[in-house]
């Protein structure tokens, strides 16, 4: 079963920030907190993970909280191409990823 | 870098048929890859792991003489879903890692189409 709580839909404005957040308040020291998206009938892609720092890459941030049990991922610009579901998943090491039901991220024009 | 490959993109075929599906990473050797089932509206379920040269693990539920798994080299992996059926219609995403991340990194997908 999925270990993480995602709202299941936002909306953003094209051009702001996107803020999606996560609760996975049973993880455990040694797990990883990813984040993937599906944009439809495609395949998903990796976006971020991080473990107990802040992460930035090119695509987007990572803010995860001090005790770890919960983490926003930022779009700072979102644009029309970033509506797609959004999958924030722990995982340690060999473990499977298990996807739920993800947040469906609307970016309106 | 980090990029997976699936062949076809889509198939249409018979019921009773077989039909073989390939993942290749194209720029990492992957030491473990992955096949998942997406059916409509729903989210992805994971059907078997495979290392290179091994035998592929199945998840429950998931009959292992009807997914065919094969993982010969570090660069690809195929299925092959034998007899297959109107109920087996559905999205089949292959992911792939390697090297020092645990990162998976996935493919476009497969949509079979069983009539």
């Known amino acids: 079963d999925a270990k993480t709580t995602q709202p299941p839909s936002m909306d953003c404005a094209e051009g702001r920030a996107a803020n999606l957040p996560c609760n996975h308040s049973t993880i455990s020291g040694n797990e990883y907190v990813y984040w993937y998206r599906q944009i439809h009938s495609q395949g998903p892609q990796y976006i971020i993970h991080g473990l107990k720092n802040n992460e930035t890459n090119e695509m987007a941030s990572l803010i995860i909280t001090e005790d770890r049990k919960s983490s926003t991922l930022i779009l700072p610009h979102a644009t029309l191409r970033d509506t797609a579901v959004y999958y924030c998943?722990?995982?340690?090491?060999?473990?499977?990823?298990?996807f739920g039901q993800g947040t469906r991220l609307t970016i309106n024009p | 870098g980090a990029v997976v490959s699936q062949h076809p993109s889509w198939v249409i075929c018979k019921s009773g048929t077989s039909v073989k599906i390939e993942c290749r990473s194209l720029?990492?050797?992957?030491?473990?890859m992955f096949w998942y089932r997406q059916f409509p509206k729903q989210s992805l379920m994971l059907m078997a792991t495979s290392n290179e040269g091994s035998k592929a693990t199945y998840e429950q539920g998931v009959e292992k003489d009807k997914f065919l798994i094969n993982h010969a080299s570090l660069t690809l992996s195929t299925l092959t879903v034998t007899s297959a059926h109107p109920e087996d219609s559905s999205f089949y995403i292959c992911?792939?890692?390697?090297?020092?991340?645990?990162?998976?990194?996935f493919g476009p997908g497969t949509r079979l189409t069983v009539l």
């Open positions: 720029d990492f050797q992957a030491t473990t």
């Open positions: 992911s792939a890692k390697g090297g020092t991340t645990d990162t998976q990194y």
């Open positions: 998943i722990v995982l340690q090491g060999a473990q499977k990823l298990v």
